[in-house]
């Protein structure tokens, strides 16, 4: 059986999904497909680029989150995704946050559908990888389905096939962009309507979703669902995915085995100078619900244990873990 390449992937969620989060994720599904944090237009083309393009081939499939709003610059970052070998380039047009306003993108171009529309014009004619749209439901206090049915109506014009929809209203003033994932209601009838009303698209459903029952029940209704913070925080639940929602084989995924390939990749940066400690928070859920994860999590977050090489703090790390099990089972 063929799947949809968007049925189920982890959310792009800036300050998080780097390209080390990207490889320890990637330990634990096969499948699913994973983003970068968004990247600005300016950071790519006035700044480092291998800094915010290189990541680990074993990523794939892996896109590119832009943020940005003029057309001429899509186009040039598009072709810089495409001469990276990312598998699809992503326009934000739903991040809050008063930083992004300002310059002009994020969830603010909803309300400016013609210009996104023409951003994805000049993506498409720039390469020839997938070219999609993250979007929430509507801005501020407009919650009138024909908003985001119009906007959506109109990137398709365009050429947009796959929506990924945060259901949610983007709240523009007032709220810090935390609050902005937690405050404005989840409405997931809209997405569920948008499928409806353009069964040609690929319609992605995005927000609140915290359990594999969730993620079921939603791909009755929607092409995808896309997973963020708790795809974050309880990184073992990532580990069923293959076989429950693309009719992977199992695995035998061991939490001990994920956690040996994850310190082997930490050794090999730490093997180039590079410091171990930004990455190995990604992975600090993986023992979370088991006894004596919380000591576990201590010492792999001791900073005074960061000049030391990642497998002996894994070593230090199993046996205050162990140590604690012990315990509990006396």
């Not at 720039?126 to 509507?138: C, D, F, Q, S």
């Not at 580990?239 to 992977?248: I, K, P, R, Y």
């Not at 859920?285 to 960061?306: E, F, I, Y």
């Amino acid at each position: 059986m063929s799947f949809s390449p968007w049925r189920l992937s982890v959310a792009p969620m800036l300050d998080w999904t780097d390209r080390h989060c990207r490889v320890f994720h990637r330990l634990l599904t096969r499948h699913a497909r994973l983003y970068t944090e968004m990247v600005t237009t300016g950071a790519l083309l006035h700044g480092d680029q291998a800094r915010h393009l290189d990541f680990d081939a074993v990523e794939h499939p892996v896109a590119l989150q832009l943020g940005g709003s003029e057309p001429g610059d899509l186009a040039a970052c598009a072709r810089l995704a495409e001469r990276w070998g990312y598998d699809e380039v992503n326009l934000n047009c739903g991040c809050p946050s008063p930083r992004v306003q300002r310059g002009a993108f994020g969830a603010c171009l909803m309300g400016e559908a013609a210009l996104v529309a023409d951003g994805v014009r000049a993506m498409r004619d720039a390469t020839g990888l997938p070219v999609t749209v993250k979007h929430r439901i509507g801005i501020d206090r407009i919650e009138r389905y024909d908003f985001v049915r119009d906007f959506v109506g109109t990137v398709a014009e365009a050429g947009c096939t796959v929506f990924i929809v945060h259901a949610r209203n983007a709240w523009l003033d007032g709220l810090s962009p935390k609050d902005n994932r937690e405050i404005p209601p989840l409405r997931y009838e809209v997405v569920h309507r948008l499928k409806s009303d353009f069964p040609q698209l690929t319609v992605v459903l995005n927000g609140g979703v915290k359990d594999d029952t969730t993620v079921a029940a939603q791909l009755e209704r929607v092409d995808g669902v896309m997973v963020g913070r708790h795809a974050y925080h309880e990184p073992w639940a990532l580990s069923t995915w293959d076989e429950q929602f693309f009719g992977a084989p199992p695995q035998g995924l061991t939490r001990e085995g994920v956690e040996d390939a994850w310190v082997a990749y930490l050794q090999l940066r730490w093997n180039e100078g590079q410091p171990w400690a930004p990455a190995a928070r990604h992975a600090l859920g993986l023992w979370n619900g088991t006894a004596g994860s919380r000591r576990w999590r201590q010492v792999w977050s001791d900073h005074r244990l960061k000049t030391e090489s990642p497998r002996s703090v894994q070593a230090m790390a199993t046996a205050a873990r162990l140590g604690v099990a012990a315990a509990a089972v006396a």
